[in-house]
């Protein structure tokens, strides 16, 4: 029998794909910026859906898109004088090492918003054509007699809202602060999202078509990324939880609208925020512990990565320096035990296969999986379990020399290593 793997609630629409391919889309990064835990919290999340589809026997077909123009990050070149696209290729350099780093296998495509102007100017010209999308007077374009930004019409959308939920006051409070511009003059919804801002002094623009020169806006980025290298249905819709409204809700909005189709993302997942210091580490507060600068300073990236799957992916959880105590204890735990492992133990390590695989494929509960191994390892070490002082210092233990499967301890290293990303070996 093949169970699914689970994520969030059960899909509204459960019409299945039919080809076995499972389609994934999760919203990726805007360069401007390195790497801080609370994306990599993210990203190794939907890490664990890839290798339980992966471990059931399907095909994936992954995408992830790099925002590589947007306002912060225009903000921040200008602010620290340097050239934008200089910038953000710098920062997806460092973030797609940190990937690595952290054994996140890498998505099928990985497409930039710039790459994709294109689709997007032939998306909106749709909208507009067809009425689900409208021009607004826009004074300060730097072309005279320009057709203005473009904007989408909820209004012809009835099921706008069925991604997140919320009332049109729980919108509006966000709507702002999340990028929304409801006091823009000329809109017929405080709440309709921008498509195409036409070109302004000092931006960048690419050329529009009938929308005149300008840039996409970010919502319509993401639904044509994922339509156009993933087709509908997509199984999975990811991201971080700041961006169930207006991000999420906006997206499949417009891939609803420009499809024609109800169901155009099965399931919406989304990921806990990681604080630090007791507020979202976010890029704007400055609040970061970098993946980078970790490894830099010496801790080996897969104390990282345990430290992450420490919490459930969707749960709001604070990180500290000790969920990273805790991680490197686990890791010299689990290591030892996959050395001393006995002769005759396989049926034990058949076990821990089955029950990871059940916590993972049970909406991806990493808390449940990593108890599994440390009950084997304790059950392996008996007494012994932690070293002198082990646990009080984070004592670091050495890559052991990796048993193969047949070996004993092998069965688990293989385990933790497939499902859970961590390597236990040299
Ligand atoms: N480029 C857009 C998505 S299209 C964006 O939100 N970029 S980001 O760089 O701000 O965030 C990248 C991903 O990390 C998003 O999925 C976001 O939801 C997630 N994220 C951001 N901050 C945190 C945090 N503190 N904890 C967990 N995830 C986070
Ligand atoms: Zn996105």
Redesign the pocket.
């Known amino acids: 029998m093949t169970i699914e793997p689970t994520v969030g609630h059960p899909p509204s629409a459960p019409e299945p794909n039919g080809d076995g391919v499972k389609r994934l889309y999760v ?4 360069p401007y910026d390195a790497t801080h835990l ?2 990599a ?2 990203y190794v999340g939907y890490d664990l859906l890839v290798r339980a589809w992966l471990d059931a026997g399907h095909e994936v077909a992954y995408v992830q ?1 790099v ?1 590589d123009v947007d306002d912060p990050l225009l903000e921040r070149a200008t602010a620290t004088d340097r050239d934008w696209r200089e910038l953000a290729d710098e920062q997806t350099e460092l973030f797609r090492s940190d990937m690595t780093n952290l054994r996140v296998l890498p998505p099928t495509h990985y497409v930039g918003a710039v790459e994709s102007i294109p689709l997007a100017v032939e998306a909106v010209e749709r909208m507009v054509a067809t009425g689900a999308a409208y021009r607004v007077d826009t004074p300060d374009a730097l072309e005279q007699g320009s057709p203005g930004d473009v904007y989408a019409a909820l209004s012809v959308d009835p099921d706008f809202g069925s991604v997140s939920g919320w009332s049109r006051d729980e919108m509006l409070e966000v709507f702002a602060e999340r990028g929304g511009d409801p006091q823009r003059e000329g809109k017929r919804d405080a709440l309709d999202p921008l498509l195409w801002r036409v070109a302004r002094i000092d931006e960048p623009t690419w050329r529009g078509g009938e929308l005149g020169e300008g840039r996409p806006g970010w919502h319509i980025e ?1 639904a044509i990324i994922a339509a156009h290298h993933l087709g509908l249905p997509i199984d999975v819709q990811g ?2 939880n ?2 169930l409204f207006p ?1 999420h809700e906006m997206s499949e909005s417009h891939l609803r609208v420009l499809s024609g189709r109800p169901g155009a993302v099965r399931l919406h997942a989304h ?1 806990g ?2 604080s630090f210091d007791g507020a ?3 890029k704007s507060l400055g609040n970061l512990v970098l993946v980078s600068r970790l490894v830099a300073a010496g801790e080996e990236p897969t104390t990282i990565r345990l430290a992450l799957l420490q919490g459930h992916y969707s749960e709001d959880r604070e990180y500290s320096g000790a969920v990273l105590d805790e991680a490197r204890n686990r890791l010299a735990l689990w290591r030892r035990a996959v050395s001393a492992a006995p002769e005759g133990g396989r049926a034990a390590e058949e076990a821990v296969l089955k029950a990871v695989r059940d916590a993972v494929r049970a909406n991806l509960d990493s808390p449940r999986a990593l108890a599994v191994v440390d009950e084997w390892a304790l059950g392996v070490l008996g007494g012994s379990a932690l070293p002198d002082g082990g646990a009080a210092t984070g004592d670091r233990a050495a890559p052991v020399a990796r048993p193969g499967q047949d070996e004993p301890g092998g069965l688990v290293a293989d385990t933790v290593d497939a499902l859970l990303g961590i390597d236990l070996g040299a």
């Open positions: 919203c990726g990064i805007t609370g994306h919290a993210t898109n925002t993401c991201g971080g700041d961006l991000h990921g925020m990681l979202k580490m976010s």
